[in-house]
């Protein structure tokens, strides 16, 4: 059974860069069929996705945070990684690793992980 | 950008009522790709519908979605006890975006 796990520090300082890995279990992270992303909720607040990657590089982000966000993978450790520069206290939320198909109607946030709550702070 | 609103932002109901829930799209929504997922508190959301009116697996059938282009539905038949939580609409069909989300709580 395929599972992610989100792990990176909780706390980091206003200005700094946010850094987050998901570790991929019972599966391949280099499986043609799929693509890995990561999407954050602000506490009390709805979802954002901020992008996605597949096995070869191939990255999408989401526009409104592209400037800031970095998407890549290490095939060798079934890692992919985030990472957000210039962070503000808007950035605080519980950011979770996911996987989807990336194209087709069954493109759908069908795998996550639990979660990892990453407050801006000083 | 396509923008999704989701109306109400709270629905109150009882068990065995019948729940409507909207997303509306600011534009079309390419081949219908919209999807609906339900978060309980202290969990991950969970796929729902795809493709605006295809069930997941395991997905009880009075869970149903309908709609195209820039209006959509979720109707939940006869709510259940473990029906209640946050119900969000989500596009592929141009990036991806989400909906702010539809409260269900009990009446």
Not at chain 2, 63 to 87: K, W
Request: aromatic share 12%.
């Amino acid at each position: 059974q395929l599972q992610l796990q989100e792990s990176g520090p909780g706390v980091v300082k206003p200005s700094e860069t946010l850094s987050l890995t998901c570790t991929v279990s019972g599966g391949s992270i280099s499986s043609s069929s799929y693509y890995w992303g990561w999407i954050r909720q602000p506490p009390g607040k709805g979802l954002e996705w901020i992008g996605s990657i597949y096995y070869s590089g191939t990255t999408y982000y989401n526009p409104s945070l592209k400037v800031r966000v970095t998407i890549s993978v290490d095939t060798s450790k079934n890692q992919f990684s985030l990472k957000l520069s210039s962070v503000t206290a808007a950035d605080t939320a519980v950011y979770y690793c996911v996987r989807h198909t990336g194209s087709g109607w069954s493109d759908a946030f069908e795998i996550w992980g639990q979660g990892t709550m990453v407050t801006v702070s000083s | 950008e396509i923008v999704l609103t989701q109306s109400p932002g709270t629905l109150s109901l009882s068990p065995g009522e019948r729940g409507t829930l909207s997303c509306r799209a600011s534009q079309s929504v390419p081949s219908n790709y919209l999807v609906w997922y339900q978060q309980k508190p202290g969990q991950v959301p969970r796929v729902l519908i795809y493709g605006a009116s295809r069930r997941a697996t395991g997905i009880p059938d009075r869970f149903s979605g309908s709609g195209s282009g820039t209006d959509f539905t979720l109707t939940i038949s006869r709510l259940e006890p473990e029906d209640f939580g946050v119900y969000y609409c989500q596009q592929h069909g141009s990036s991806y975006t989400f909906g702010q989300g539809t409260k269900l709580e009990i009446k």
